[in-house]
């Protein structure tokens, strides 16, 4: 008798705080953080823009397009082969 009744007061409890929170309501809407930071790289009318210099757009654009150098493997390196 004494050991239901914890345990229906144990249930009881739990069932209470369960439906007692609502986890999420002080969040903003979902995609909110995704909007943010598309308008934080939006370019606005009156915005500051720093100056690029023709040689820095050549250097950035000649890394882009050249081929990445392959990393040298260290010891902790996994080499899988099939």
């Known amino acids: 008798m004494f050991t239901s009744r914890i345990a229906l007061i144990v249930a ?3 069932l209470i705080t369960g439906c007692a929170s609502s986890p999420g309501d002080d969040l ?3 995609g909110a953080s995704v909007r943010h ?3 934080a790289q939006t370019y606005r009318q009156g ?4 100056p690029m210099r023709g040689d ?3 250097r ?3 890394a ?3 081929p990445s150098e392959p990393k040298p493997m260290s010891d902790t390196t996994i080499l899988v082969t099939e």
Not at 47 to 50: A, K, W
Request: hydrophobic content about 40%; glycine content about 10%; cysteine-free.
């Open 64 to 66: 882009y397009r050249s």
């Open 28 to 30: 903003e809407p979902y």
């Open 47 to 50: 915005d500051s823009v720093r």
């Open 12 to 14: 009881a409890g739990a």
């Open 37 to 39: 930071a598309m308008g």
């Open 60 to 62: 950035a654009m000649e």
């Open 56 to 58: 820095q757009a050549a």
